[in-house]
């Protein structure tokens, strides 16, 4: 027999202990090995998602459900009734109306006083830059419990604590030091060669701020404003604190005040509440959620 003959004979020998039992006992090791990980994922799925949808198929229920069978029934049948308790007797769509107004204002102010300070502060070259970085930093160090009062007082005095304004700026306040340094983060890696291309061709801070940084810090403006815009809306401790008529009150304050005239809790329509809140927010974050990723990776690389 030739030399040839017998590579001939041995070549599909070969191929065979390539593609036959070896190779299915590495592919059964993989998945030995990435068992763990995926029972680690379907654990927090559940521990996730069953108490949102445990609250969903609550709102479908009558109290009496609630108070006679167990907490895991499902609902006997799909009633809307708490859902038109919640936005009519109990005042749930006037308070997503104040929530809307009191979030879309803070938002929008907390981001443009935010890129615009981020970028004086890592763009434009000025002397104490750095000083007034650690001083803006120094207000996310503060715990907002201790300025309540102050502001109360404040708010008192010049006499709008009747209306919806003390929110929004105590909102924009205490949310522009994080918003601050998120966006200095964020312009740290940017090249300075573009800004100082732009200078040399004759263009202004003012106008290469609006051509060229807030073009180009879109998905970094995206995510810090969706952070801003989770945290506005579901504040409560602010909310109760400057709250001091009903008709002013935002949706997480309402939620509080789903009592009947005996102060005993209705769960059915606070269940429908919640459950609107929850999907609104999750349709907001599901449709925005790689956005949103583009923009944290951003801030993490240096350009």
């Known amino acids: 027999?030739?030399?040839?003959?017998?590579?001939?004979?041995?070549?599909?020998?070969?191929?065979?202990?390539?593609?036959g039992t070896p190779s299915g006992r590495r592919r059964a090791q993989r998945i030995l090995r990435r068992l763990p990980v995926w029972i680690v994922v379907t654990v927090l799925l559940i521990v996730v998602l069953y108490p949102q949808l445990w609250i969903v198929l609550g709102s479908f229920k009558t109290q009496s459900e609630f108070l006679s069978n167990p907490t895991w029934a499902l609902p006997e049948s799909l009633n809307l009734d708490n859902y038109?308790?919640?936005?009519g007797r109990g005042n749930v769509a006037v308070n997503y109306r104040n929530s809307i107004l009191v979030t879309l204002p803070s938002v929008a102010l907390i981001v443009f006083l935010g890129v615009a300070a981020g970028?004086?502060?890592?763009?434009?070259?000025?002397?104490g830059r750095k000083g007034t970085l650690l001083l803006i930093l120094a207000g996310?160090?503060?715990?907002?419990?201790?300025i309540l009062v102050p502001l109360f007082t404040i708010y008192f005095r010049i006499g709008i604590t009747n209306t919806l304004w003390p929110l929004i700026i105590t909102y924009t306040v205490m949310g522009l030091?994080?918003?601050?340094?998120?966006?200095?983060?964020?312009?740290?890696?940017?090249?300075r060669e573009i800004f100082e291309a732009a200078t040399m061709d004759g263009s202004g801070p003012l106008k290469s701020f609006f051509v060229i940084a807030l073009p180009l810090m879109k998905n970094a403006i995206l995510t810090v404003a969706l952070v801003q815009f989770?945290?506005?809306?579901?504040?409560?401790l602010i909310a109760l604190t400057f709250t001091v008529r009903p008709e002013l009150a935002t949706i997480q304050v309402g939620l509080l005040n789903l009592n009947d005239q005996y102060g005993s809790t209705q769960y059915g329509p606070l269940f429908a509440a919640i459950s609107i809140n929850i999907v609104a927010?999750?349709?907001?974050?599901?449709?925005?959620?790689?956005?949103?990723?583009?923009?944290?990776?951003?801030?993490?690389?240096?350009?």
């Open 119 to 127: 970028y004086a502060l890592e763009i434009m070259i000025w002397k």
């Open 84 to 87: 038109f308790q919640a936005l």
């Open 177 to 191: 030091p994080l918003t601050t340094f998120l966006m200095a983060a964020y312009f740290r890696t940017l090249p």
């Open 230 to 236: 989770f945290s506005v809306w579901n504040d409560l």
């Open 140 to 146: 996310i160090m503060v715990p907002g419990q201790m």
């Open 281 to 303: 927010l999750l349709i907001v974050f599901v449709f925005l959620n790689k956005k949103i990723m583009a923009g944290l990776a951003a801030g993490s690389l240096k350009g």
């Open 1 to 19: 027999m030739t030399a040839t003959q017998t590579l001939t004979q041995a070549r599909p020998q070969s191929r065979l202990s390539a593609t």
